[in-house]
């Protein structure tokens, strides 16, 4: 049985999911041009398709930690996951905000900044 943190972790992802799977042009997703973002995106050869497949595939046991507040004051929550990919684990940081809009802040290795 699911506890009620994982129950919300799972409805929050369910969100997430939805609203990365309806993107078109980024109008519910946008991965936030950071230079360790693209940086890993370069090392793996991933193009932005390959990075909501990432998110597409997380699970409750990719959780890492939050909801939490932006640090920079925008609104919404900040969700932060480290699945697998490729033999290598994430960290990938979104925020969720209004449950219209997924940010993607962050996705890299895991300790590599």
């Given at each position: 049985?699911?506890?009620?943190?994982?129950?919300?972790?799972?409805?929050?992802?369910?969100?997430?999911?939805?609203?990365?799977?309806?993107?078109?042009?980024?109008?519910?997703?946008?991965?936030?041009?950071?230079?360790?973002?693209?940086?890993?995106?370069l090392k793996?050869?991933?193009?932005?398709?390959?990075?909501?497949?990432?998110?597409?595939?997380?699970?409750?046991?990719?959780?890492?930690?939050?909801?939490?507040?932006?640090?920079?004051?925008?609104?919404?929550?900040?969700?932060?996951?480290?699945?697998?990919?490729?033999?290598?684990?994430?960290?990938?940081?979104?925020?969720?905000?209004?449950?219209?809009?997924?940010?993607?802040?962050?996705?890299?290795?895991?300790?590599?900044?």
């Amino acid at each position: 049985m699911e506890s009620i943190q994982q129950q919300i972790i799972r409805q929050k992802l369910t969100i997430i999911k939805q609203l990365v799977a309806k993107d078109k042009n980024g109008d519910c997703f946008v991965l936030a041009n950071r230079e360790k973002n693209r940086n890993f995106m370069l090392k793996y050869g991933l193009l932005i398709e390959d990075i909501k497949n990432i998110i597409l595939n997380l699970e409750v046991s990719d959780y890492y930690k939050g909801p939490e507040i932006d640090e920079a004051g925008f609104e919404g929550e900040i969700w932060i996951f480290t699945p697998n990919f490729q033999n290598i684990q994430l960290y990938i940081k979104i925020r969720l905000a209004n449950n219209i809009l997924v940010i993607c802040i962050s996705i890299h290795e895991y300790g590599v900044y």
